[in-house]
């Protein structure tokens, strides 16, 4: 890390001399241009300049019609960043052959029916339609607890009913398209899910009413929209987020090769507008977010066995803090990143032993650990590195002792021997080993590492070490680059 005295005491350059008012004189005749606005820059203020009295040539004046198109265009590109930076809704399409598409479903009767795509119900209504549209129930409108008249609003296909389709969205890249589109910084370790919402119709001269979120409090971070192959005009759906802000899809009009589908996010709320021809028809998915980690649902669960093995080790550490190495590598640098970071990561044994401590209503927690130190759960590791005058580099070895205080916790902390010049070169290199191990002793004691014994943390561990979890720190030393060997401990309190 280089000293502060870098950043806080600013020289100038070589290419300019200060003058007897304060300003800057450079030597360098490069030709003026203007900066991109678009590029960070530093913003520099400065006084006027006291004019002498004499005229000045008049400054040509801008036409207004520059002024205004300059301002549209700084308007326009303020929209647009403002609606790249968070968008709400995703859309696309799925080549699908129709034919292959098929809705099963039960009517009020118990009478299962099967429906064929595509359909154009201005050509030929299928009375498998009619049967479905006679089983299903209105919408309710916002605010109102009753249903609103049938013949006028959008129906959908009641839940206790068994409806089931061909099309599962799971077979095609929808849910990674929604994860990029509208959740690109989800963490490794976290997935989408879908799970089939309701089938939903709005008829010719119908339309949706508004549904608000409030409607779907089941967990949800998304819902997903699957126009079905059903011809019809008009009937855009209309989705709003949380601010206010609209977004219209028109649709394609259920053309034959291929299903359209929209995405949003579970703020949102939506409607569809009156549908002029033919009827719209879509099924809706709501995503549910699954991962490793300790915020939401877990993808796995241990093994009764598992557990039964694991429940005397934990019978037997009461009231103590327990702790068992992680044994798979991660490729993480724990000088940047926390330990806990690595939950959703987890794989393997680790994984397994993670979640068996939380099928026990334990609160397990991931720690770097080296050299029989462990950092706090807040801490990444930092062992620093070698400066000109540091005791381990090779300018610095020799008067390390001599040059700190007498009573620096350094200089009590790393006692050193004389180094002869006729002494043994294994014992001066023994001695320099020691040295160094002392000042990383004392580097991760600074940054905030404390003894195991301390911590008063019991590693469980086999009567034959096996393989552990080695991650690197890379930090100067002595003029070469050295790498610090770290674990990772899941360190649990056991009441």
């Given at each position: 890390?280089?000293?502060?005295?870098?950043?806080?005491?600013?020289?100038?350059?070589?290419?300019?001399?200060?003058?007897?008012?304060?300003?800057?004189?450079?030597?360098?005749?490069?030709?003026?241009?203007s900066?991109?606005?678009?590029?960070?820059?530093?913003?520099?203020?400065?006084?006027?300049?006291?004019?002498?009295?004499?005229?000045?040539?008049?400054?040509?004046?801008?036409?207004?019609?520059?002024?205004?198109?300059?301002?549209?265009?700084?308007?326009?590109?303020?929209?647009?960043?403002?609606?790249?930076?968070?968008?709400?809704?995703?859309?696309?399409?799925?080549?699908?052959?129709?034919?292959?598409?098929?809705?099963?479903?039960?009517?009020?009767?118990?009478?299962?029916?099967?429906?064929?795509?595509?359909?154009?119900?201005d050509?030929?209504?299928?009375?498998?339609?009619?049967?479905?549209?006679?089983?299903?129930?209105?919408?309710?409108?916002?605010?109102?607890?009753?249903?609103?008249?049938?013949?006028?609003?959008?129906?959908?296909?009641?839940?206790?009913?068994?409806?089931?389709?061909t099309?599962?969205?799971?077979n095609?890249?929808?849910?990674?398209?929604?994860?990029?589109?509208?959740?690109?910084?989800?963490?490794?370790?976290?997935y989408?899910?879908?799970v089939?919402?309701?089938?939903?119709?709005?008829?010719?001269?119908?339309?949706?009413?508004?549904?608000?979120?409030?409607?779907?409090?089941?967990?949800?971070?998304?819902?997903?929209?699957?126009?079905?192959?059903?011809?019809f005009?008009?009937?855009?759906?209309?989705?709003?987020?949380?601010?206010?802000?609209?977004?219209?899809?028109?649709?394609?009009?259920?053309?034959?090769?291929?299903?359209?589908?929209?995405?949003?996010?579970?703020?949102?709320?939506?409607?569809?507008?009156?549908?002029?021809?033919?009827c719209?028809?879509?099924?809706?998915?709501a995503?549910?977010?699954?991962?490793?980690?300790?915020?939401?649902?877990?993808?796995?669960?241990?093994?009764?066995?598992f557990?039964?093995?694991?429940?005397?080790?934990?019978?037997?550490?009461?009231?103590?803090?327990?702790?068992?190495?992680?044994?798979?590598?991660?490729?993480?640098?724990?000088?940047?990143?926390?330990?806990?970071?690595?939950?959703?990561?987890?794989?393997?044994?680790?994984?397994?032993?993670?979640?068996?401590?939380?099928a026990?209503?334990?609160?397990?927690?991931?720690?770097?650990?080296?050299?029989g130190?462990?950092?706090?759960?807040?801490?990444?590791?930092?062992?620093?590195?070698?400066?000109?005058?540091?005791?381990?580099?090779?300018?610095?070895?020799?008067?390390?002792?001599?040059?700190?205080?007498?009573?620096?916790?350094?200089?009590?902390?790393?006692?050193?021997?004389?180094?002869?010049?006729?002494?043994?070169?294994?014992?001066?290199?023994?001695?320099?080993?020691?040295?160094?191990?002392?000042?990383?002793?004392?580097?991760?004691?600074?940054?905030?590492?404390?003894?195991?014994?301390?911590?008063?943390?019991?590693?469980?561990?086999?009567?034959?070490?096996?393989?552990?979890?080695?991650?690197?720190?890379?930090?100067?030393?002595?003029?070469?680059?050295?790498?610090?060997?770290?674990?990772?401990?899941?360190?649990?309190?056991?009441?």
């Amino acid at each position: 890390m280089p000293p502060l005295s870098i950043l806080s005491s600013p020289t100038p350059s070589a290419a300019s001399s200060r003058l007897s008012d304060g300003s800057r004189h450079s030597d360098s005749h490069g030709v003026a241009f203007s900066r991109n606005r678009s590029i960070p820059d530093f913003e520099i203020e400065r006084l006027p300049k006291q004019s002498n009295g004499g005229s000045k040539r008049p400054a040509v004046r801008r036409l207004q019609s520059d002024y205004g198109a300059e301002n549209n265009l700084r308007v326009s590109i303020s929209r647009i960043i403002a609606a790249k930076a968070r968008p709400f809704t995703a859309s696309g399409h799925i080549p699908l052959d129709p034919s292959a598409l098929v809705l099963f479903f039960r009517s009020k009767g118990g009478i299962t029916h099967s429906l064929d795509f595509p359909i154009d119900v201005d050509y030929d209504t299928p009375p498998a339609l009619d049967v479905l549209v006679a089983a299903c129930r209105p919408h309710t409108t916002a605010g109102i607890n009753v249903y609103p008249d049938r013949a006028s609003d959008s129906l959908f296909y009641p839940p206790n009913l068994p409806l089931t389709a061909t099309l599962e969205i799971a077979n095609h890249p929808i849910l990674e398209a929604v994860r990029n589109s509208l959740f690109p910084n989800l963490s490794i370790g976290h997935y989408l899910v879908a799970v089939r919402d309701r089938l939903e119709v709005v008829l010719n001269g119908c339309r949706m009413p508004a549904q608000p979120r409030t409607l779907r409090n089941d967990g949800r971070v998304a819902t997903v929209c699957v126009s079905l192959p059903v011809h019809f005009c008009g009937g855009a759906l209309v989705v709003r987020d949380a601010d206010g802000t609209e977004e219209r899809f028109f649709g394609v009009g259920g053309k034959p090769d291929e299903v359209e589908w929209t995405a949003f996010l579970a703020e949102c709320e939506y409607e569809v507008e009156t549908v002029t021809q033919g009827c719209r028809m879509s099924i809706s998915f709501a995503v549910h977010l699954k991962t490793y980690g300790p915020s939401v649902d877990p993808l796995i669960t241990p093994s009764e066995r598992f557990l039964d093995l694991l429940s005397p080790v934990l019978s037997l550490s009461r009231g103590r803090k327990v702790a068992f190495y992680l044994t798979q590598d991660y490729n993480v640098n724990p000088a940047e990143s926390l330990a806990e970071s690595l939950v959703p990561r987890l794989k393997g044994s680790d994984s397994l032993l993670y979640h068996a401590l939380k099928a026990y209503k334990l609160a397990p927690e991931l720690h770097w650990a080296a050299g029989g130190y462990i950092w706090p759960i807040d801490r990444t590791v930092e062992c620093g590195n070698d400066t000109n005058d540091s005791p381990t580099s090779a300018a610095g070895i020799m008067s390390f002792a001599s040059a700190l205080p007498f009573n620096s916790p350094s200089r009590r902390s790393v006692p050193m021997r004389p180094m002869s010049y006729y002494g043994d070169p294994e014992e001066d290199e023994a001695e320099l080993m020691r040295i160094q191990t002392d000042i990383i002793r004392q580097r991760v004691e600074e940054s905030g590492a404390v003894l195991l014994s301390e911590a008063e943390i019991f590693v469980l561990s086999d009567w034959a070490p096996g393989p552990v979890s080695k991650e690197k720190v890379y930090f100067v030393s002595n003029g070469e680059l050295e790498k610090l060997i770290v674990n990772v401990l899941l360190v649990t309190y056991v009441p």
